[in-house]
């Protein structure tokens, strides 16, 4: 069993940047890949990053590529999400989840999710 709590949203400016962090709770949090989503009012949930266990790959959905960096601290138990230049539309609830596989992840699909963090971006 992972529980995991996000923390780090918040009202930010067009343009600004926000970290997001994801703590895991459990002894095997590095064995997981890791992922992040979102979920904008009246949209289906969109895949946003993921990292292998490991941390040496990482993937992005087209909308936030160049723009988001996806990273790990596997001995804290972290994961972190750091967002730069930010849009009005990247306002949503944003996710983390992980998985075995960056695959299903990919997918939309995913073993365990925290509960989310808001993130508003204003114009």
């Known amino acids: 069993q992972v529980q995991l709590v996000e923390s780090g949203g918040g009202l930010v400016q067009a343009g600004g940047s926000l970290r997001l962090s994801c703590a895991a709770s459990?002894?095997?949090?590095?064995?997981?890949?890791m992922g992040w989503f979102r979920q904008a009012p009246g949209k289906e949930r969109e895949f946003v990053a993921d990292i292998s266990w490991s941390g040496r790959s990482t993937y992005f959905g087209e909308s936030v590529k160049g723009r988001f960096t996806i990273s790990r601290d596997n001995a804290k138990n972290t994961v972190y999400l750091q967002m730069n230049s930010l849009k009005r539309e990247d306002t949503a609830i944003y996710y983390c989840?992980?998985?075995?596989?960056?695959?299903?992840?990919?997918?939309?699909?995913?073993?365990?999710w925290g509960q989310g963090t808001q993130v508003t971006v204003s114009s």
């Open positions: 989840a992980c998985d075995q596989s960056t695959l299903t992840l990919r997918a939309g699909r995913a073993t365990y």
């Open positions: 459990g002894r095997t949090f590095s064995s997981y890949a």
